[in-house]
């Protein structure tokens, strides 16, 4: 197994990388791969959902890269989604030295990572991001699908408002022009990428709405996806098992944990071209 952590240079973000190399006499196919993206409202990154999910989708025959994206003051200017497109971009470029399929790289993020999951799929072709990626061939940035874990996603009256804070270094209150643009639901079109995602209907943290919201956007859009509304649940779950509750036993919520099974149907059974 290859295990490192890179920079993605020019930032200061960090990949690490868990990938299952072509050994030579095994002949297995090259593998799909998934981009963690953990969550902490881009004030900080939640152990919680990285390795005990990058874990999961080892165990299911997948590569796996873990983004550690700048949070706070390293949050404003487009930079995690620069970083996320530098991670895609990673990925792809070192398919053939990992064993990877680039036709299938997913995104997969939590809470705010879940922002930066959905903008990696949803606005992955602004211009302010190509100058980052070189003369590397339009769309290597773009995911083949996104995985949006009770995901951030609108600015506006459903918003979780320390986020948005921290990608514009102000204070907002959700009339602010500049949401506009970090408002997932307001960008997607043909441009954007299939979707799965998991929402709890009790999440006081980042309510359902969101979830709802970039559904039906991407209804309106023709943009395939799956959706999954759980009943109950805190916000933050990440497994919603023991392994990751960290004490806590209102984020062990059994009706919950299936998510990350459905999720990795979700990718394996997905073939290109489709959408």
């Given at each position: 197994?290859?295990?490192?952590?890179?920079?993605?240079?020019?930032?200061?973000?960090?990949?690490?990388?868990?990938?299952?190399?072509?050994?030579?006499?095994?002949?297995?196919?090259?593998?799909?791969?998934?981009?963690?993206?953990?969550?902490?409202?881009?004030?900080?990154?939640?152990?919680?959902?990285?390795?005990?999910?990058?874990?999961?989708?080892?165990?299911?025959?997948?590569?796996?890269?873990?983004?550690?994206?700048?949070?706070?003051?390293?949050?404003?200017?487009?930079?995690?989604?620069?970083?996320?497109?530098?991670?895609?971009?990673?990925?792809?470029?070192?398919?053939?030295?990992?064993?990877?399929?680039?036709?299938?790289?997913?995104?997969?993020?939590?809470?705010?990572?879940?922002?930066?999951?959905?903008?990696?799929?949803?606005?992955?072709?602004?211009?302010?991001?190509?100058?980052?990626?070189?003369?590397?061939?339009?769309?290597?940035?773009?995911?083949?699908?996104?995985?949006?874990?009770?995901?951030?996603?609108?600015?506006?009256?459903?918003?979780?408002?320390?986020?948005?804070?921290?990608?514009?270094?102000?204070?907002?209150?959700?009339?602010?022009?500049?949401?506009?643009?970090?408002?997932?639901?307001?960008?997607?079109?043909?441009?954007?990428?299939?979707?799965?995602?998991?929402?709890?209907?009790?999440?006081?943290?980042?309510?359902?709405?969101?979830?709802?919201?970039?559904?039906?956007?991407?209804?309106?859009?023709?943009?395939?996806?799956?959706?999954?509304?759980?009943?109950?649940?805190?916000?933050?779950?990440?497994?919603?098992?023991?392994?990751?509750?960290?004490?806590?036993?209102?984020?062990?919520?059994?009706?919950?944990?299936?998510?990350?099974?459905l999720a990795i149907k979700w990718v394996m059974d997905f073939h290109y071209g489709e959408a």
């Amino acid at each position: 197994m290859i295990y490192e952590t890179i920079t993605l240079n020019p930032t200061p973000a960090t990949l690490t990388v868990y990938a299952f190399p072509d050994l030579g006499d095994t002949a297995t196919a090259p593998r799909r791969a998934v981009v963690i993206c953990p969550g902490g409202g881009y004030r900080f990154l939640s152990e919680r959902e990285a390795e005990p999910i990058a874990k999961r989708f080892m165990a299911a025959g997948m590569n796996v890269y873990i983004l550690r994206y700048t949070v706070g003051e390293g949050a404003q200017n487009d930079q995690p989604l620069i970083q996320v497109s530098l991670a895609i971009k990673y990925v792809r470029e070192h398919a053939e030295e990992h064993h990877t399929d680039p036709r299938y790289v997913y995104t997969c993020g939590f809470s705010a990572g879940g922002h930066l999951a959905g903008a990696a799929g949803t606005l992955w072709n602004l211009p302010q991001i190509k100058p980052y990626l070189g003369d590397a061939p339009e769309g290597i940035n773009r995911p083949t699908g996104m995985i949006l874990s009770y995901p951030v996603i609108s600015g506006g009256q459903y918003a979780h408002r320390g986020s948005f804070n921290y990608l514009l270094g102000m204070k907002t209150t959700g009339d602010e022009p500049e949401l506009d643009a970090l408002s997932l639901e307001k960008h997607v079109g043909p441009h954007t990428c299939p979707a799965f995602i998991w929402h709890t209907f009790t999440d006081k943290t980042v309510p359902v709405q969101n979830a709802l919201l970039m559904a039906e956007a991407m209804t309106a859009a023709g943009i395939p996806y799956e959706l999954h509304i759980y009943p109950d649940g805190p916000h933050g779950l990440s497994l919603a098992d023991a392994e990751t509750d960290n004490g806590n036993q209102s984020r062990n919520v059994p009706h919950v944990q299936d998510w990350i099974n459905l999720a990795i149907k979700w990718v394996m059974d997905f073939h290109y071209g489709e959408a």
